[in-house]
């Protein structure tokens, strides 16, 4: 298997602008997780899926963020507008377990700057 | 507010030397406590506690959970340079599970 795919690896944009990222899950993984992480903060939790449906998130910062997960294969993370406190390097994740996450397995993340 | 809290932050040791990192944790609904180790880029799962007093143990690491106190150790021995890395303790907790916690991370600097 591939492993779990991000993309960009990396962006570069100009505050205001929309960014989405996005995430392909290891076929067959249940749970899909949205991870931030800064020197600050340390990884934070934004939002996650089971199923396909979003199950909490109260870690998403504000309004301008937003995740869908259209299907079993696919998730988007969007920032609009973006701000320069968005700067960070944003893993997504999945799991094979519903209930008990055991071992998240880890893209290789997007590192998002916005000067 | 569930939190997970990690010490120390940083630490510098000496190829040979023996490590202890260790995690603590208010959370509801405890349902686990996993390590990673993170070098450059994503973290990298090392071990999953669910019981207290059960060593876990691959190669030179090892881990145990205590649930009463509420806190973990990782322990590394005789490290090497290639130990070198953030190690991230995470607990699984929430009514519904699924809800991984990440603490700040403790940053390990073997020098030879």
């Known amino acids: 298997d591939a492993g779990v795919i991000q993309s960009p690896r990396h962006e570069v944009t100009e505050m205001g602008q929309e960014v989405t990222l996005r995430c392909k899950p290891i076929?067959?993984?249940?749970?899909l997780f949205w991870y931030r992480q800064t020197m600050m903060r340390g990884l934070e939790l934004l939002i996650y899926?089971?199923?396909?449906?979003?199950?909490?998130d109260s870690g998403m910062p504000e309004d301008r963020f937003s995740a869908k997960m259209p299907n079993a294969s696919f998730s988007t993370l969007k920032i609009q507008p973006s701000e320069p406190r968005d700067s960070a390097v944003y893993f997504c994740a999945s799991s094979p377990d519903r209930v008990m996450i055991g071992e998240l397995f880890f893209g290789e993340g997007s590192r998002l700057t916005v000067l | 507010e569930d939190k997970v809290v990690q010490s120390p932050l940083s630490l510098v040791v000496h190829e040979g030397d023996t490590v202890t990192l260790n995690c603590s944790y208010e959370?509801?609904?405890?349902?686990?406590l996993l390590w990673y180790k993170q070098e450059k880029k994503a973290p990298t799962f090392l071990f999953m506690l669910?019981?207290?007093?059960i060593e876990k143990k691959s190669g030179r690491l090892s881990s145990i959970l205590d649930k009463k106190e509420l806190f973990s150790i990782l322990n590394i021995t005789a490290t090497q340079t290639g130990d070198s890395a953030v190690y991230l303790c995470?607990?699984?907790?929430?009514?519904?599970?699924?809800?991984?916690?990440f603490g700040q991370g403790t940053e390990l600097s073997v020098k030879p």
């Open positions: 899926f089971n199923n396909n449906v979003p199950i909490d």
């Open positions: 959370v509801t609904n405890f349902r686990s």
């Open positions: 669910t019981s207290s007093g």
């Open positions: 076929s067959g993984h249940n749970s």
């Open positions: 995470a607990v699984e907790a929430g009514p519904q599970g699924g809800k991984l916690i």
